[in-house]
């Protein structure tokens, strides 16, 4: 009997180990709430993965300060599944549209067409925060916020890990960087904003739970003419960090190869 009873006690503990090694990590087809407990349990580790805990942007604090929390260019990074990639593609395309078609039905009568000429573009306007600006930066504005509500949404329901508008310090000597939170941007805006001259701040950064660890970076871009050509990467300004340079490429330079820009392609205005 006591034979029996110890070899039942070593056969329940054996089960006990096995099931609380498999729960350390998802496995690729559970539901998603479960790979969401793996991720807030490493949230109480390291704080750094608290940022997208529930899929979206949270500000952390002084958790993510410069010398906190800091990677390398040189980290090898797990790579995105290559029948993930077209299908993040697709789905920020699809708000790309979505934006461009609701921003300028909400316009709708503002302009000699159904949308804009390059005159209209450069006429002054005032948004929604009573600021002067051109119609071209008002409508890429909305577009912008229309675009990135929508990919929070789809992002979320492909239970990828992301970061919206995160924004990064980057070292190029060292090729390191690291996180800026939303308390410390608005505190380093109300100081003027020096300090976030030559940070980098991506629409949507794909990363495996870690902000630090990018997979991807995908930016809208939408021009106020043109709709057709492919969106562009920015040229910096004379005076800035990166003058004359490319966006994607000091993107590519501080989060990797995958760096991607989005443009409407189709809508109700093609």
């Known amino acids: 009997m006591p034979d029996r009873f110890m070899r039942r006690l070593e056969l329940l503990l ?13 496995v690729r087809g559970v539901p998603s709430h479960y790979a969401q407990d793996s991720l807030s349990a490493r949230c109480r580790v390291n704080p750094v993965y608290c940022a997208t805990a529930t899929g979206r942007e949270v500000a952390t604090g002084p958790v993510q300060t410069v010398g906190t929390a800091v990677a390398s260019t040189g980290v090898v990074v797990a790579a995105l599944d290559e029948a993930t990639k077209p299908s993040i593609k697709s789905a920020l395309e699809q708000c ?16 000699e067409g159904l949308v804009p000429n390059a005159r209209e573009c450069k006429q002054m306007t005032v948004d929604a925060k009573g600021r002067s600006v051109t119609w071209a930066m008002r409508l890429g504005l909305e577009m912008h916020e229309a675009a990135m509500k929508c990919a929070e949404a789809k992002l979320s329901e492909m239970n990828l890990r992301f970061s919206l508008k995160q924004r990064y310090r980057f070292d190029r000597e060292t090729g390191e960087k690291s996180l800026i939170s939303a308390k410390e941007k608005e505190a380093l805006l109300r100081q003027g904003g020096e300090e976030l001259k030559g940070t980098l701040e991506p629409d949507v950064v794909i990363h495996d739970g870690d902000p630090l660890q990018v997979q991807a970076v995908y930016d809208f871009k939408f021009k106020c003419v043109n709709f057709d ?3 562009e990467w920015r040229r910096y300004p004379p005076g800035h960090r990166y003058e004359g340079r490319l966006q994607g490429d000091v993107y590519k330079e501080a ?12 809508g109700a205005f093609w």
Do not use: N, Q, W
Not at 14 to 26: D, E, F, K, M, Q
Not at 98 to 105: F, G, N, Q, S
């Open 255 to 266: 989060f990797g190869p995958e760096v991607h820009p989005i443009g409407p392609r189709k």
């Open 96 to 111: 790309a549209d979505m934006a461009r078609t609701e921003v300028l039905l909400s316009h709708s009568g503002t302009f």
């Open 229 to 231: 050509e492919y969106p």
């Open 14 to 26: 054996a089960g006990c180990l096995l099931l609380g090694a498999c729960a350390g990590r998802p």
